[in-house]
């Protein structure tokens, strides 16, 4: 995903621990308004997000020119991860958004209707500013998709009282940033964030949900994987490096089947526990899988990550 949207998730992920902190027991929410930890909440929420987003107009564009605002159709860009990176960070920005505003007593269909949005909120602003940097644009994909993971969360809400669908992420090294350090990084961290070769989304499906059996575990998850390789650029390869010819990597799609947790179906008491559950949702847990791509065709994968 991103490096602005993760920036702009770990904000309000971090805010919204400081609200759920303050919760005893899993996901049951107090009868009435907490007026003051409502305000808390939504003046941690502005101020960071102001602060947010004032740091990555400095630091993100201080290196490009201003234009005049632009368009950039990138939907054919990195086969669409970075579109499936969009949607994750909107699904949980709304999740934690509308889950603080419980916390703080408001009801749930004020909830929804104020937390749900958030995802799509907290992105667009981001889309603003690309549109009026040279090298950038505002995206319309990159919109599509963060309305996408925004009512994903809101619609289940709605309908289920609960997430029957969690988008989920997993990340494994690739092999590429020694080819082209200029496009990956230098170091891990950069390479998580530009790798977009060695991300994997998960949409992960609550089994007795899907299936109304509760002989099955309710903390058990299917999970379908979307992932990619062979990408040395947004678009294309490049076909040289400071002089030196690129091998040829095939671009290609990956379709993963799996197994996956949902932590907050596991029972307990233990607030700690609880706290930790709702962090380890955000990603996929390693499990056997079965993958499909167009070079190796059906691939039984011992772990996937």
Known sequence: MKLKTTLLLIILVLI????????KVNFQYPDSLNKRKLKTTVGLTVGSYTAGISFLSFIWYKDHQRVP?????????????DKWGHAYGAYWESYYAYHALRVAGVPKNKALLYGGPMGLIFQTPIEIFDGLYEGWGFS???????????????????????????????????IYPPYYPAYFGDTPIQHFFLDYNAHTYWL????????????????????????????????VNP????????????????????????????PTKKVWMQRLFRALNLVKVPFPGVELNRINGIRLRPLYY
Not at 154 to 165: G, I, K, L, N, P
């Open 16 to 23: 919204c621990r400081v609200s759920f902190s303050q919760s």
């Open 69 to 81: 605002f632009h368009y950039y159709n990138d939907a054919k860009g990195y086969l669409q991860i």
């Open 204 to 235: 992960s499906l609550n089994l007795q949900d899907i299936t109304g059996s509760d002989k099955i575990p309710a903390w058990l998850n299917l999970s379908l994987g979307y992932s990619a390789n062979g990408m040395l650029g947004e678009f």
């Open 239 to 266: 076909r040289w490096y400071r002089g030196q010819p690129l091998p040829h990597f095939e671009r290609y799609r990956q379709y993963i089947l799996s197994l996956d947790v949902d932590f907050t179906r596991i």
């Open 140 to 174: 319309w994909p990159d919109m599509i998709a963060n309305t996408l993971g925004a009512t994903l969360f809101t619609f289940q809400t709605a309908a289920f009282d609960r997430q029957v669908a969690l988008l989920k992420f997993s990340y494994s090294p690739s």
